[in-house]
């Protein structure tokens, strides 16, 4: 990955290895979010926001505090908190500067603070060893296949409100058989990079 | 009554398969019941030793900010944890890989913290992180178990196959769409001997 292309950084992070349908990153977002397109894709915004932010916050402090110090035991403890701190700043940033798009995004942001896919992000850049470019766009990447992947699932998931399923697969069982097609579909992009 | 706290996560409130949360490595790393048993014991490790820490530490952790101090004590926890595997099971340390890290975003354990150890005795809290987590092992015991069973037709522990039936692999299932549909049917299941049991 390292020596990568950064075409083929995009289309790995959105196809073949699709965060949501074949890392399993971002699932409780994934499964709670998805109930309606309009909430999938407020979700899906926010998440490439903060996302990449985060990649280049974590980027930055990996390099300049953690390896340069010889801390990088403090990985977890400092990654966590630079994306719970990241999505305080942001929120009151955009409350300020652009309350549109807060209010767009408005309770979607405390709730990535456990998004594990953020901070999974974080640790492949370092596992990667990408240089800033490479970070940046492998993030947005990732959490454009997380858009792709939640919007997907929630237009699928709409559509199911009007069948007649069986009593016990009501709920969280139908969704992950949907989830399961989907994931089916997407292997499909194996091999592809 | 001290003992209800420890064997309720078991499987009235099972965290995996009653209350739904914390799913990612449910799906993830069971592709072998190593692995689920590995996943399994990490996080009842992380979790009781956090519930603990927790309501020792609840008298002085002022309550706006208890979130971020929660998340630093599972962080460490989860550093600690994630060092002793690399340094004594490498093999498993390879196989689980990100998904170590991870448990720090597991909202199993930042909601134990919050909802049972922050308002409960240290002894109560640490019963209850063993039962969640053991609990959490079971779920990924099963799911496991089963993809394992039926994805390479055997389950193997420590490089030695304890068993082997004569069924056809079924590779789909040790890929990621067979996680999806085993924690589907396992589910299914569940609910329908549930919903059995509140008609009778």
Redesign the interface.
Known sequence: MENAGLLTIIVSAILVNNFV????????PF?GMSKKVETAAGMGMAVVFVMTMAGIFTWFANKYLLVRFHME?????MY??II?ALVQFVEVVLKKMLPSLYSALGIFLPLIT???AV??VA??ND?YNFGLLKTIVHSAAVAVGFTLAIVLFASIREKLEANDVP???????????I???L??A??GFTGMV | MRLSILTRGLIKDNPTLVQ??????V??ITTTLENGIGMGLAVVVVLALSNLLVSLSRSFTPERIRI?IF??II??F??IV??VIEAYVPSLHKSLG?FI??I????LI?ARAEAFAFSHGPIDSLLDGIGMGLGFTIALMIISAIREILGTGAIAFGGTVLFQLPIPQTI?MI???????V???V???K??IS?RKEEA
């Open positions: 349908l074949s890392r399993f990153l971002g699932i409780c499964l035991y403090l990985q977890i403890v966590i908190l719970a456990t998004n594990c901070l999974g640790l492949l596992q009593k016990a697969f009501q709920g969280f069982p139908i969704a992950l058989i989830a399961s097609l994931s089916f997407f292997l | 739904l949360v914390g799913m990612c490595p799906l993830a971020p998340v630093v962080a460490t989860v550093t994630g060092l990100i890290p991870l720090v975003v597991n909202c930042l789909s890929l990621p769409p067979g996680a999806f549909l924690l589907a049917l589910l299914a299941v609910n329908a919903n």
